[in-house]
């Protein structure tokens, strides 16, 4: 006996079995050959698909598997400065953000303080599995050649007078004699390691930890008295409280970011907008403790998404009462100033997961419209109140 032909309904139910909501077709089943448009949720295209292909193949957006494996064999930024540290310690930093291992990047040589370009292909040479020698620094390219003596410079610029160099400097793989000045005993560690921030002592059994101090006074020496460290050193990966006194404002950045060139959001982002501005005067006129930028590991797509402004309870930024965020108009509708359809939807989503994670930590999130440009200190204002923080809109702008 012949089988009867499915039912649109038997083909909905195989649908979401394979694939949950993922789908939503947009015609009625024709056949198990026959193409029906649907429309995949996840991206919002329309597509033509055959339920063979949906349900039996399960090949679903091509375009968005693509992107997905792209995002897995993609290596990102941290990856490769912690690859640039195992291959030369710190004789070299990374200055701009890692897109992919063939595009130019920015790279710092601390020992003749040149900056030049190349990509992480090309540093890494051998380290990458092409049995090529990775590129360095043109300007000491084939004349400079580390000796005892630089050696003692690079130990003090990163271990101050903790250390002291006994041995002479035979080659960065060969062991060399350190004195531990804290307890008196000899070290024998190969230099590539001991200048990889990470050195330890042995007898002391705890490894060695750049302090506050220390962390102070290497943003002095890159940038003078205009940023003041506010808050305690705890790691490179730490977020610490900065001030700048140029434009007045405090915020958070990881010592590693800020050691790179990473400086204070308001004054280097051009994009700022006037609404954004507004919002920060209004802010700072009245003295509340606030922070721009503010990223949060846990709230994030790919990379951590940041929020406009996060309100403390004090300037200590103990504790987050409020976030605040100024959507403008390519938040409402697509705008090809900002990357079109996919960009919209791309900002929807992110808006979406911003608003989950200050539900889920029971944290207010204002969320100030571009329509509301022209009024936007009295509607900051009623929206302040509503978590008992009272402003004065009449305070004198800052910027």
Known sequence: MKKGKKTNHQFLEELFQVWGNEFEP?????????????RHKQCGRILDKTPK??????????????????????????WFVNEVKKLVGNEYQVRSEYTRSKDPIKMYHTVCNEEFTTTPDAFLGSRNGDGKKGNRCPKCSGKWKRDT????????????????VIGEYKGRHENIKILHKVCNNYLYPR?????????YCQYCSKKKKKDTQRFK????????????VLGEYV????????????????YRVTPDNFLRGKRCGLCTDIH?????????????????????????????????????????????????????????????????????????????????IKN???????????????KDLNNIESVLQEELKKINIYIDINKTNVI
């Open 235 to 250: 790691d490179a990966k730490t977020p610490i409280p900065l001030y700048h006194k140029k434009c007045k404002t405090v």
């Open 356 to 370: 989950d994670f200050a539900k889920e930590k029971g944290i207010p999130l204002i969320r100030i419209k571009y």
């Open 217 to 228: 006074e290497q943003v002095y020496e890159l940038v003078g008295d205009e940023y003041i």
């Open 272 to 352: 700022n907008s006037k609404g954004y501005k507004a919002i920060y005067n209004l802010l700072f006129a009245n003295q509340l403790p606030f922070d721009t930028q503010y990223r949060d590991e846990n709230c994030r797509n790919i990379k951590p998404l940041p929020f406009d402004f996060v309100l403390y309870n004090n300037w200590r930024l103990d504790k987050i009462i409020a976030f605040i965020e100024f959507d403008g108009e390519q938040h409402d509708k697509p705008s090809n100033l900002f990357g079109g359809e996919e960009g919209f939807k791309e900002r929807q989503k992110n808006d979406q």
């Open 149 to 164: 003596e630089a050696f003692k410079q690079e130990v003090y610029k990163m271990y101050g007078d903790e250390f002291e």
């Open 191 to 199: 230099p590539r390691h001991f200048l990889d921030g990470n050195s």
């Open 53 to 78: 292909n949906l349900i039996t193949l399960k090949l679903g957006c091509r375009i968005c598997k693509n992107k997905e494996n792209g995002k897995k064999r993609r290596k990102n930024h941290d």
């Open 26 to 38: 947009l015609e009625e089943y024709k056949g198990y050959d026959q193409p029906i448009k649907v």
